[in-house]
């Protein structure tokens, strides 16, 4: 019997654990298996090996574990393997099979410009993309140590840029790596642009999320006239429900594909023009 098992990051925050939790009813509810589960790598419960244990409880003779997260990082290559290795120990009739994180996919780009309109960002500006504003997005990342993980997330500033006809699109990260969120806030600050959108790359609320506002609410102190706007983690997005609903069925069908959706998307609508 199959089983999917969905993996996230996991925090401290219980807000940010039953948001995960409702998101994944949401993507359980457009999969047609029997047995789905899920758990967390860290700072909640339950853990990878309880919710593969939950799995073969259940009857369940092949898991398709799925790594609810945004880029491939130590977590993805390194930990949650060691796990699955661990489970094909204690489990030597199951079969396992891993699938991709969400990686650099182009809707993923087209939901961080709708949390840009949620934040005020005009749609109107959005109509000749030759005409750059002056306005600045600051794209946060988690962060890692892992430099794959970190580059994506330059790719994907590069992405927006294209998208949206800002000034300038700047990263920084909340740990693990430089810059760290304080030099992302510090560069803005001493650019010129009128308003500066900042974009947190997280999926779901939690301790780095607060503190984030927390800072930004005191820098905006220092800006004068100029104005900085927090836009929202992507949380239940209903496009999020379908790139992992997307990463479920290409595992149970064993059509694992390179990473590079943003090339599938992106040459998809250049061939309907």
Request: glycine content about 6%; aromatic content about 6%; proline content about 4%.
């Amino acid at each position: 019997m199959k089983a999917v098992l969905y993996i996230g990051h996991g925090t401290r925050v219980k807000e940010g654990v039953r948001q995960y939790e409702a998101f994944i009813e949401k993507v359980k509810a457009a999969i047609d298996v029997p047995i789905q589960q899920h758990c967390f790598i860290e700072l909640a419960e339950p853990s990878i090996q309880a919710g593969i244990d939950t799995c073969v409880e259940r009857g369940a003779t092949e898991i398709a574990i799925v790594p609810v997260l945004l880029l491939a990082a130590g977590h993805a290559k390194l930990d949650i393997p060691e796990e699955i290795d661990e489970a094909k120990e204690k489990h030597p009739s199951v079969t396992f099979r891993y699938g991709r994180v969400i990686g650099i996919d182009q809707r993923m780009v087209n939901m961080v410009v709708d949390r840009l309109y949620e934040a005020g960002f005009p749609q109107q500006q959005l109509t000749d993309i030759e005409k750059r504003e002056d306005i600045a997005i600051l794209l946060v990342g988690r962060g890692s140590s892992d430099p794959d993980a970190n580059s994506d997330l330059a790719k994907l500033a590069r992405l927006i840029w294209e998208a949206v006809p800002v000034d300038v699109v700047e990263t920084c990260y909340l740990a693990a790596t430089k810059p760290s969120f304080d030099d992302g806030l510090d560069r803005v600050k001493r650019m010129s642009n009128k308003k500066v959108y900042v974009l947190p790359y997280l999926l779901f609320t939690g301790l780095l999320m607060k503190q984030m506002a927390v800072k930004i609410e005191k820098l905006q102190e220092d800006l004068g006239d100029r104005s900085i706007h927090l836009c929202d983690y992507l949380g239940y997005h209903p496009t999020l429900i379908d790139i992992i609903a997307d990463r479920v069925e290409e595992l149970l069908e064993d059509n694992v594909r390179v990473n590079c959706d943003a090339c599938k998307y992106r040459f998809a609508a250049i061939a309907s023009k």
